[in-house]
């Protein structure tokens, strides 16, 4: 039989003649409720890297959490997505040591932080250009790119501008005269295809 509040009773005396205590303030419910809160609750400290994420939390009570993952093992344990970018749901959710735990999630809230300060510095960048656009490779040169995340992290940083509307990304033929590598006396003209960043009307604007 399960109470209205969504455990059983079954669950309900196990859980609190494990801990001594009542049930609500166990392990098991403070990770059920802070999973769900963190996917929920805007307010949550850790909103920022599930629910602000588009993660969800899928367990319709606490039946179905611990039907899914067990109780917790003693020891130092804590509540882990097995695949950081997957929902809190059956199959992605179990009971690791809190060292993983830990080594797992602090590198991604930090990839997070420097994918969106990457994301304001090009903005910053292009609203100083003459004509609010620079080419790709100029815009990457701007600044280490090591120091905030390497080029994959520019890379998605463009692309999610681009998803957001913030900036233009398009490919066109510029026509150069240089001179000729084997003939130094000689000119020559060059067509190259250069990848352009532009800022889109209105955005200079804002903040």
């Not at 882990?80 to 997957?86: A, L, P």
């Not at 992605?92 to 930090?110: A, E, L, T, Y």
């Amino acid at each position: 039989m399960m109470t209205s509040t969504g455990i059983s009773e079954t669950n309900k005396e196990i859980l609190e003649s494990k801990y001594g205590t009542s049930w609500s303030v166990t392990p098991e419910n403070r990770a059920f409720l802070g999973a769900r809160q963190q996917c929920e609750q805007p307010t949550h400290p850790r909103y920022s890297y599930a629910g602000a994420h588009g993660i969800r939390f899928l367990y319709d009570n606490v039946d179905d959490f611990l039907a899914d993952i067990g109780f917790r093992p003693e020891g130092s344990f804590e509540l882990e997505r097995i695949d950081m970018t997957k929902n809190f749901e059956p199959g992605n959710v179990r009971w690791s040591p809190k060292s993983i735990v830990h080594s797992k999630s602090r590198p991604m809230m930090r990839v997070n932080r420097t994918l969106e300060s990457m994301m304001v510095r090009i903005i910053n960048t292009l609203k100083r250009q003459p004509n609010m656009e620079m080419s790709r490779t100029k815009l990457q040169q701007s600044f280490d790119t090591i120091k905030w995340g390497g080029a994959s992290t520019f890379h998605e940083a463009i692309q999610q501008l681009n998803r957001l509307g913030f900036v233009d990304y398009k490919v066109v033929e510029q026509t150069k005269i240089e001179r000729d590598g084997h003939h130094p006396d000689l000119n020559r003209t060059v067509t190259r295809k250069v990848p352009i960043v532009t800022l889109r009307p209105g955005v200079e604007h804002g903040n």
